[in-house]
């Protein structure tokens, strides 16, 4: 069973600041990973997903995968406290209809 | 556009009591459907998915079921509720499997006494 974990587990940062959001997965075999943004009581909305190794960059939001090394990164640059929510990290195990979520990081951006 | 329903918002229920969460999709036709469920402050954890009408996948097992009756409905029940039921529930679709959006419901709210 493909096992995701996200690191960190919460952040606090400063308004402007860059963030950067950690996820490792174990099958090699994953296909697509995505990284979602969840705000309380809400469900969760896709921001940027990729397949193939290197990184990919929409937006504020810039993604970077090592299949070798089985990790994903997100990256958000000049962050807005509208940032503020739990980031969660899933990765669809090899092109079915699962998909298998991290823990998720718990951001907060300060004004 | 396409909309997503959950229903009900939020219940609170006996445990051994019966469930029944509803969910529906308007305006794509043959989505895949998924029902989530996530603890407070746990993980998101998928447990069904169905990609045609009358067929269900279970992906992880807590003594619930789920139902598609109509392409564009997605039921998750259960005869006997436990405690360790509480939680959000929460319905998606997508336009395929593998690497498909996956677009998520407000979701449902039950706590269990």
């Known amino acids: 069973q493909e096992k995701v974990q996200q690191s960190p587990e919460s952040l606090i940062v400063p308004e402007g600041a860059m963030v950067s959001l950690n996820c490792s997965f174990s099958?090699?075999?994953?296909?697509s990973i995505w990284w979602y943004q969840q705000h309380p009581g809400k469900g969760p909305k896709a921001l940027i997903?990729?397949?193939?190794?290197g990184n990919k960059k929409e937006g504020r939001l810039t993604v970077y995968l090592n299949r070798a090394s089985l990790h994903v990164s997100l990256h958000i640059k000049d962050s807005q406290p509208s940032d503020s929510a739990v980031y969660l990290c899933?990765?669809?195990?090899?092109?079915?209809?699962?998909?298998?979520f991290g823990e998720g990081t718990k951001l907060t951006v300060s004004s | 556009a396409q909309t997503i329903h959950q229903w009900p918002v939020a219940e609170i229920k006996a445990v051994g009591s019966p469930l029944s969460l509803g969910c529906t999709i308007k305006?794509?036709?043959?989505?895949?459907l998924y029902w989530y469920w996530q603890a407070t402050g746990g993980t998101l954890q998928q447990l069904f998915y169905?990609?045609?009408?009358?067929?269900v996948e279970s992906v992880v097992q807590l003594n619930l079921s789920a139902s598609r009756p109509k392409d564009d409905q997605f039921i998750l029940s259960t005869e006997k509720l436990l405690l360790s039921h509480s939680g959000f529930y929460l319905c998606?679709?997508?336009?395929?499997?593998?690497?498909?959006?996956?677009?998520f419901g407000p979701g449902t709210r039950l706590t269990v006494l």
């Open positions: 998606a679709w997508s336009l395929g499997t593998g690497g498909h959006e996956q677009y």
């Open positions: 099958d090699s075999a994953s296909q």
């Open positions: 997903s990729i397949f193939s190794n």
């Open positions: 899933a990765v669809n195990q090899g092109g079915s209809a699962k998909l298998i």
């Open positions: 305006g794509k036709s043959s989505p895949n």
């Open positions: 169905s990609i045609t009408v009358g067929q």
